[in-house]
């Protein structure tokens, strides 16, 4: 994979795949969501947020336009299938922010409720 801001290859680094000229990485879109919730020590709701565009990069791994949103106060481009690019410092800035991502616990969503769906208790 090659950095979607100046197309040198992406070094994996960690959960990330980090650019070493830029300082950017892009994170796979199964990984964005656990790494929040590691941050907030809660499960996570992510609220993309459309944006104007600003500039248009291609996903790393398919190639295709990614969609420019906004998490939190953070800028950034996504694909959903695949994951999301970070620029220099997005990354700490969403970590710092993570607890404001925090779901809220849906009354039919109880633990009891997941334990017993779990177990099939009827």
């Known amino acids: 994979m090659n950095c979607p801001k100046c197309q040198v290859p992406l070094r994996q680094a960690g959960y990330t795949f980090a650019c070493s000229r830029c ?12 790494m929040l919730e590691e941050r907030a020590s809660s499960l996570v709701e992510l609220a993309w947020q459309p944006r104007e565009v600003d500039s248009v990069r291609a996903c790393p ?4 336009a990614m969609q420019t949103v906004s998490l ?3 800028a950034l ?11 220099a410092g997005e990354l700490a800035t969403a970590l710092k922010e993570a607890k404001h ?3 809220e616990p849906k009354p039919h969503e109880s633990l009891l409720h997941k334990l017993g769906k779990l177990l099939q208790i009827d």
């Open 23 to 34: 300082g950017g990485a892009w994170v796979k879109d199964e990984v964005v969501v656990p």
């Open 61 to 64: 791994e398919c190639g295709t």
């Open 77 to 87: 481009d996504r694909c959903p299938p695949h994951g999301v690019w970070f620029d």
């Open 72 to 74: 939190g106060t953070v």
């Open 101 to 103: 991502f925090r779901a």
